[in-house]
């Protein structure tokens, strides 16, 4: 069985870090692709960042140069890293994954991720 558990979420003032981490259990890990998505309220789900087993990575244009993703496969855990926090970050974060070979598709489409997390939360004081 496949479980994904986010943690690292709190509340922050803006400016200030903060790292979230995905654990994942189940046999399968070393065949995933990764992403994060956020989604505040009122809103859709989007992507926010995405690491794939040929090791690319991609972000969003909101958090480009402010995030970093990346993982630890001894761990299984992979880990968003999110500096220099606006109030705009403020949303329910949740780590996604799908087995490979995973759907073709864009990295930041819900559709292609068959698991995910339960969220945490993100909050982004001005």
Known sequence: QVQLVESGGGSVQAGGSLRLSCVVSGYTYNDFSMAWFRQAPGKEREGVAGIGLDGR??????????????????????????NRLKP??????????????????????????????????VTVSS
């Open 57 to 82: 990575i991609s972000y969003a244009d909101s958090v480009k140069g402010r995030f970093t993703i990346s993982k630890d496969n001894a761990k299984k855990t992979v880990y968003l890293e999110m």
């Open 88 to 121: 705009e970050d403020t949303a329910i974060y949740f780590c996604a994954a799908c087995r490979a070979p995973c759907s073709t598709g864009s990295w930041d489409l819900r559709r292609i991720y068959t698991y995910w997390g339960q969220g945490t939360q």
